[in-house]
Nanobody, 123 residues
Framework: QVQLVESGGGLVQAGGSLRLACAAS????????LGWFRQAPGKEREFVAA????????SYAAFVKGRFTITKNNAKDTVYLQMNSLKPEDTALYYC????????????????WGQGTQVTVSS
C-alpha cells in the first residue's frame, strides 16, 4: 500500500517562500514518478512539477518555472517542492502523487495521492 503524506503548507505573504515535503512509504519507489499538483476552489486540478525517482526526468508547469524547484532525498523517500516568489494565484491545495509512468504531467496517470497541504498566499 503506497502512502504519501504532504507537509509544509501554510499562510505566507506574496513574495515569500514555502517548502513542501512529501514522505512516501509502502513501496520501493525506484520506478515511480513523483509529482506535485494543485487545486484551487472552483478550478481543475493542475500539474505543478514532477521528478523521476532516478532524477533523470524533471518537468515543471510553465507558470512555476524559475520560481519552484522539485528535489528528492532517496534516503528519506521524500520529495520536496521549494516555492519562492509566491503569488496570490498560487493559493491552492497542493497534492503529492505517484505513478508508475515514466513521464507524465497528466493527473489521470497518477494513481496514488496524498491528502494535500494548503498553501495560502496573501497579497
Amino acid at each position: 500500500q503506497v502512502q504519501l503524506v504532504e507537509s509544509g503548507g501554510g499562510l505566507v505573504q506574496a513574495g515569500g517562500s514555502l517548502r513542501l515535503a512529501c514522505a512516501a512509504s509502502g513501496r520501493t519507489f525506484s520506478r515511480y514518478l513523483l509529482g506535485w499538483f494543485r487545486q484551487a476552489p472552483g478550478k481543475e486540478r493542475e500539474f505543478v512539477a514532477a521528478i523521476s525517482w532516478s532524477g533523470g526526468w524533471i518537468s515543471y508547469a510553465a507558470f512555476v518555472k524559475g520560481r519552484f524547484t522539485i528535489t528528492k532525498n532517496n534516503a528519506k523517500d521524500t520529495v520536496y517542492l521549494q516555492m519562492n516568489s509566491l503569488k496570490p494565484e498560487d493559493t491552492a491545495l497542493y497534492y503529492c502523487a505517484a505513478t508508475i509512468s515514466s513521464s507524465s504531467n497528466d493527473y489521470r496517470d497518477y494513481n496514488h495521492w496524498g491528502q494535500g497541504t494548503q498553501v495560502t498566499v496573501s497579497s
